[in-house]
């Protein structure tokens, strides 16, 4: 089946850094989305990207949908400790409605 | 506004006993999918409904059988439960094909 791949797996940051991951696919994508998972509830969407090269931003985040359509990134700039949980994305594909998921990265904030 | 509500939180089965997880959703999207998540493997699609009166395979749908009964409502139910459908499930409805809403989902053990 479709995959992305999303890296890092997982990150150790220390409260202040900046942060960076990203998801690429071998496929195109019509839709770009930036999930993040709180311990013990559902995925809650942080952004959505809708068209190549697209910039967007939410408060501290800010994602890319990538020109070549199969590529994005999701930074957070001066990180808090609320920040701490799991970075999904998820593309959707031209050819159907169905989201392909990454596996998550994992932010963990060293004391 | 509630979202997406499912039930129960937590449930624990013997294997072999059957029993069916509930998804509604009060958004009057047309989509309504269910995943599991399994440690490192992000999110698994198992059946989907894009619209009231149908439903789809997804990714890993065996063991597993799903009813859209109204456009609110859609049902996951294990018939015989197994130790490997262990996993943490989750509900999602889809805004016009883009954006999903999740549940806040299903903590399942089968011993």
């Known amino acids: 089946g479709q995959q992305l791949n999303q890296s890092p797996q997982s990150m150790f940051i220390q409260e202040g850094e900046d942060v960076s991951m990203n998801c690429t696919s071998s496929?195109?994508?019509?839709?770009w989305l930036w999930y993040k998972q709180d311990p013990g509830e559902g995925p809650v969407l942080l952004i959505a990207?809708?068209?190549a090269g697209e910039l967007t931003s939410n408060g501290r985040l800010t994602a890319q949908f990538g020109i070549t359509r199969k590529d994005s990134f999701l930074n957070i700039s001066a990180s808090i400790p609320s920040d701490v949980g799991i970075y999904f994305c998820a593309g959707r594909l031209d050819s159907n409605y169905q989201l392909i998921w990454g596996a998550g990265t994992k932010l963990i904030i060293k004391p | 506004n509630a979202g997406v509500t499912q039930t129960p939180k937590f449930q624990v089965l013997k294997t072999g006993q059957s029993m069916t997880l509930q998804c509604a959703q009060d958004m009057n999207h047309n989509s309504m999918y269910w995943y599991r998540q399994d440690p490192g493997m992000g999110l698994r699609l198992i059946y989907y409904s894009a619209s009231e009166g149908t439903t789809d395979k997804g990714e890993v749908p065996n063991g597993y059988n799903v009813s859209r009964l109204n456009k609110r409502e859609f049902s996951l139910r294990l018939e015989s439960a197994a130790p490997s459908q262990t996993s943490v499930y989750f509900c999602?409805?889809?805004?016009?094909?883009?954006?999903?809403?999740f549940g806040q989902g299903t903590r399942l053990t089968v011993v």
């Open positions: 990207l809708y068209k």
């Open positions: 496929s195109i994508f019509n839709t």
């Open positions: 999602a409805s889809i805004k016009e094909s883009t954006e999903a809403f």
